[in-house]
């Protein structure tokens, strides 16, 4: 996975990519806080998806876009409060938020990063 930023005065923007499978890519953009835009790039019989995605890559370096240092990374902590030892309940509350979380930081490219 890739993600790349760019800010400008009126937006922070969002560019990221990664692996579906074997022979597809998907590329996903947008602006913080908004739900984004996504594409699936496929191998065809010339070029692999990766080739075309690297072609995407240095066109949005060169607009700008560069990668967050993990140093400036936030961390989001969501906890929520058991009664002793939990209950069966527990572990499928906590993987559906967790999937609720993923899905709603992740598409809206709320990764959660500090940009300087």
Known sequence: MLKLYKKDNEAIHYWETWDKDDKTGIIHWGVI?????????HSGLFSTFRKK?????DQKIKEGYEQIDTDDHYTLLIEYLVD???TSEN????????HKMDHVLGW???ELYQYR
Request: a neutral charge.
């Open 91 to 98: 572990p499928e509350k906590r993987t559906r938020l967790q």
């Open 33 to 41: 806080g908004q739900d984004g835009q996504s594409v699936e790039v």
């Open 84 to 86: 002793g030892m939990g």
């Open 53 to 57: 995605i690297q072609s995407t890559i």
């Open 108 to 110: 809206t490219g709320l």
